[in-house]
């Protein structure tokens, strides 16, 4: 099996301005330059991916956007298609984010037909996945995973994961400080892997599981010495340059 390259994203969510996009661009580029075994990407708000592109010239890290439309133009008030999404330089694009599923009622449906927008684009998904509180209580987590990662593959085929990344984000981990245990957290990687191999071996093998969910530059190292774990997807510690640089080095280091 070849090694997966890791991939720590940076979601910057809800937050930012001109004069921090630049700022933060420009100490994530000193604090990284010359590290390579970690694929690093950010994620700011599609206001700010003009700054961001410019910002990023000359460096390996990868823009990314934290949304899309599955529309590819015309009356759509307020969307962003796929086409200006690449047209801003933008490659990895985060969809079925729990916030989203929350806060805009996204099914998983409509999210997979996001997944099929961005294939077509030669954009790569980050799917994000994860069960709530509630359903990890009630030992329901493998049972939403499967179910989300499903709705993928009954709408586009197991292929579809080829090149793509899923971020399993249990919702009780997101923002809370409370990061699922590593241990935890392989188990329900292994899980989606297994899914996944149970379809198509050779596109589990390949396909970039990252964990998401309170992960700083404390307990990076010790999640990414699990085998399921293929990287992270940082939110509130994307936030600050050297925090975020920690957890890239940890994951090159773990994955070396
Ligand atoms: P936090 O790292 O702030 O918990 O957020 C995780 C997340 O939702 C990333 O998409």
Not at 162 to 188: F, L, M, R
Not at 202 to 216: F, K, L, M, P
Request: proline share 3%; charged share 20%.
């Amino acid at each position: 099996m070849a090694a997966r390259k890791p991939l720590v994203m940076g979601n910057w969510k809800l937050n930012g301005s001109k004069a921090f996009t630049k700022e933060l661009i420009a100490g994530l580029k000193a604090e990284l330059a010359g590290v390579s075994g970690c694929d690093a990407a950010i994620a700011p708000p599609v206001m700010y991916l003009a700054e961001a592109e410019a910002a990023l010239a000359g460096s390996a890290i990868a823009l990314g956007a934290q949304n899309v439309d599955v529309n590819v133009q015309g009356a759509f008030t307020g969307d962003i298609s796929t086409a200006m999404l690449k047209d801003s330089g933008a490659k990895y694009i985060i969809i079925g984010h729990s916030e989203r599923r929350t806060y805009h009622k996204e099914s998983d449906e409509f999210i997979a037909k996001k997944f099929g927008a961005l294939k077509e684009a030669g954009l790569v998904p980050v799917l994000c996945i994860g069960e709530s509180e509630a359903e990890n209580e009630a030992g329901k987590t493998e049972e939403v995973c499967a179910r989300q990662i499903d709705a993928v593959i009954n709408a586009l085929g197991v292929d579809a994961f080829n090149g793509a990344v899923i971020a399993y984000e249990p919702i009780w981990a997101i923002g809370t400080g409370k990061s699922a245990t590593p241990a935890q957290a392989q188990a329900v990687h292994a899980f989606i892997r297994g899914h996944i191999a149970a379809k198509s071996q050779a596109v589990a093998d390949q396909v970039i599981i990252q964990y998401g969910g309170s992960v700083n530059d404390a307990n990076a190292a010790e999640l990414f010495t699990q085998p399921d774990i293929d990287g992270a997807l940082v939110g509130g510690a994307s936030l600050k340059a050297a925090a975020f640089a920690v957890i890239v080095k940890a994951a090159a280091v773990a994955k070396a």
